[in-house]
Structures are given as structure tokens and as C-alpha cells.
């Protein structure tokens, strides 16, 4: 799609305006304190309100494009997300209530995860998953607590200029809210693990927070598995995120 040309977005039903009204004021809230470019909404009134924006120039990342890069872009690309995340998690929280942010989603619980997903993993995979549900299970609260975040920086919320091998910009703010740090930190995984691990140290070094690799190697296991068990009944979904944990478990295994 050609720079300048406008995304709309049109909610269908009551739930998705009052969702895509609390987006709105969401990036309007970020967008000063970001260095990332995010999308500029504007809500347009009417009998079928809708918002539009220009399209940030880029397009997804997935894993295949990131192994392809050369060492000096993946670089870039950890150093400019952590800046992005450093930056989001320095907002200030009451200001970010205001704006509409709430509590993110949980995942499923390590029960439902044990019932639902564990069956599902092919017979290789399923100690390391199943140690994963136990680490998960006797992790306590975040050491670096609760704030507001993004967590949903995966590449299919990316606009990466492949051709200057540099991320242009992030969208989609609808799942952004309150959750636990470390956290925010597991959704890069589906492009790489060593991107989440890149941006994590740069983070650190960014921010003098005591990142743990560790909480974020047993975050990232368990959003697969989560989201395994949540869509196991699922016949339109269910393979892809068998799959999924299937990818995880192999680099987890190869690291």
C-alpha cells in the first residue's frame, strides 16, 4: 500500500465504537512521549462514526524477513523497541487511567493450561512445556510490578521498511492497558527470541531496571500455551497454535 494512503476503521456494534473511542485517547495520551511513531487516530462523527489515520510507512515483520537481516539492522531494531518500551513504561499511570486504560486480559490459568493444551503438545515437547507450567505457577508477583504497557509488539503490529531494514512505526493499541513488566517483553518472541532477549538487555541498560531473562524465557512459553488452550476447541485456530508452541519449544530446545 502506497505511503499517505489513509487506514479507516469502521466498529461494528456499540462494544467496538466505545473500544475504538478508548484507543483513540490512548495514542492521543502516548504519542507526545513516544519517539516511535504511532498512528495519529481521528475520530470522524456521524450516524457510522469511523476513525482514520495515515498509514505508517512499512509492513509486518515476521520471523523468516528478521533471520534475513543483517546483524547491524536486528541491532537497530532491539535498540529502537527498547527505547519504545522504556519510554511506555516511564508513562504516568494516572494519566493513562484517565486516557481509558484498564487491566489487560488475563491468560489462562496453568489449570486450563494442564487440561487443555499439555494433550495437545506433541510427546517431545510436553516436558519442556510442562516444566514451563510449573515455573509459571511458582513465579510470585513481578519484582518490577505492574505498568502500563503495550503487550501486543509482535511483527504483525509493525511497520518495518524492509527496504531501509528499519521499524517505521507500531499500531493497534487496543490490547494495551496495566499488566505485569516483564511481561510486555514476551510478545516479540514471534518474531524472534533473540530479538525479545536483545530488546530486554537493552531495556536494562536503558532503564538500570533488574530485567530477568529467566521470567521472560517462561513468559514467552506460556503465551503459547495459553493461547493454545484458550482456542483448543477451536478447529480454525487450533493448529496454528499447536504449531506455534511446536516453534517455541524447538528454539527453546536449540538454545
Known sequence: MPTGRLICKFPRGDEAERALRREARILAAVRPHLSMPVP?????????????????????????????????????????????YAQLHDLDPAAMRDAGAVAILAWQSPEDV????????????????????????????????????????????????????????VYDFADSGFGPLHQDFAYPAFISLELTRGIAERYARMTGKPVERERIGVLVGMHRLSELAELAGDPRHVDAMRESVVAWAAGRGAA
Open 40 to 84: 495519529d487516530l481521528e475520530l470522524v462523527e456521524g450516524p457510522m462514526p469511523f476513525s482514520r489515520h495515515t498509514k505508517i510507512r512499512g509492513e509486518h515483520l515476521l520471523g523468516a524477513q528478521y533471520g534475513r537481516l543483517p546483524a547491524a539492522a536486528r541491532d537497530r531494531l532491539a535498540e529502537d523497541l527498547a527505547l519504545f
Open 114 to 169: 494442564r487440561s487443555k493444551a499439555l494433550p495437545l503438545v506433541p510427546a517431545e515437547h510436553r516436558r519442556l512445556c510442562e516444566r514451563t507450567v510449573d515455573a509459571y505457577e511458582a513465579m510470585g508477583p513481578d519484582p518490577l510490578g505492574t505498568t502500563y504497557g503495550f503487550f501486543d509488539g509482535h511483527g504483525w503490529n509493525m511497520a518495518f521498511d524492509h527496504e531501509r531494514q528499519r521499524i517505521g512505526g
